[in-house]
C-alpha cells in the first residue's frame, strides 16, 4: 500500500530543492568534520582505535565512511519509515553497534534486483522521483548486519542478522534523504556499490 499521498510527495519535493542533489558529498568542511567526530566521540572515543568504521546518523539520514579516525566520505542513506527499533517483525531500524556480517553481490550489475539474497536476472528501474512503491527491492550490492549488542540487537526476537537487516541499493533513489525502508539502510546504487568494495566484513556499524 503507497504511504505518501500527494501533500506528502510535494513536501518531499520542496525538501528535496532545498538539499543538495549529489548522491555522495565528499566531506571537505572543518565544520562537517568536526560535527560528525564530536558525535561520534560522545558514543564512544574508542571509534579511533577501529581501522574501518560506518557512521549511521538518523537523525541526518547519513552515513560517515570513516577510518583509523578519519573522515573519508559521508553518504544519504534511508533508515525505517517506521522508525528505530530491534523488535522482530517491526519493520524498525535497529540502533547500536553491528558488524558487516556478510558481503552479497560481488560483480553483479548495478541495480539488479535481489531476492532472497540471489539475483535471477531481473534489473530494476530506478525511480528518481520522490515516490513509494508496492516494492521494496533490494538492488546492487547488500552488506548484511550483524548486532554486536545483547539484548539491543542481537537475541531472541530482536537479533538484527535474523532480521536480515542491510545495507543495500534501492530502486526508491527518489526517496534517500528521509525515512522510507521496511528497517534496513538504503543507499543510492552507486553509492553502495562504491562502499561494497571499499570495506570489507566485520567492519563495524554503528547505527545511531
Known amino acids: ?9 510535494i513536501k ?14 565528499p566531506v571537505n568542511k572543518n565544520m562537517n568534520k568536526t560535527n560528525i567526530l564530536s558525535n561520534i566521540n560522545t558514543i564512544d572515543p574508542l571509534y579511533k582505535d577501529l581501522p574501518v568504521l560506518l557512521f549511521v546518523d538518523i537523525e541526518t539520514q547519513t ?8 573522515v573519508l566520505k559521508l553518504y544519504k542513506i534511508s533508515s525505517s519509515y517506521y522508525g528505530t527499533g530491534s523488535k522482530l517483525n517491526s519493520l524498525k531500524t535497529p ?8 558481503k552479497i553481490g560481488s560483480n553483479l550489475p548495478i541495480n539488479a534486483i ?4 540471489v539475483w535471477n536476472g531481473a534489473i530494476a528501474d530506478v525511480i528518481k522521483e520522490p515516490i513509494d512503491t508496492e516494492f521494496d527491492h533490494v538492488t546492487s550490492r547488500i552488506l548484511w548486519l550483524d548486532g554486536l549488542e545483547l539484548g539491543k540487537n542481537k537475541g531472541k526476537g530482536i537479533d538484527s542478522r535474523n ?6 541499493g534501492t530502486a526508491e533513489e527518489g ?8 528497517g534496513c539502510i538504503r543507499m543510492y546504487n552507486r553509492d553502495v556499490v562504491e562502499l561494497f568494495d571499499l570495506v570489507d566484513e566485520k ?3 554503528w547505527i545511531y
Open 1 to 9: 500500500m503507497l504511504r505518501y499521498n500527494l501533500n506528502n510527495i
Open 12 to 25: 518531499i519535493l520542496l525538501f528535496l530543492v532545498i538539499i543538495t542533489s549529489c548522491s555522495s558529498v
Open 63 to 70: 552515513l560517515t565512511h570513516i577510518e583509523k579516525g578519519t
Open 95 to 102: 540502533l547500536g553497534r553491528h558488524e558487516i556480517y556478510k
Open 114 to 117: 535481489l531476492k532472497g539474497r
Open 163 to 168: 532480521r536480515y537487516i542491510y545495507i543495500h
Open 175 to 182: 526517496l534517500i534523504g528521509i525515512p522510507a525502508s521496511d
Open 203 to 205: 567492519a563495524q556499524v
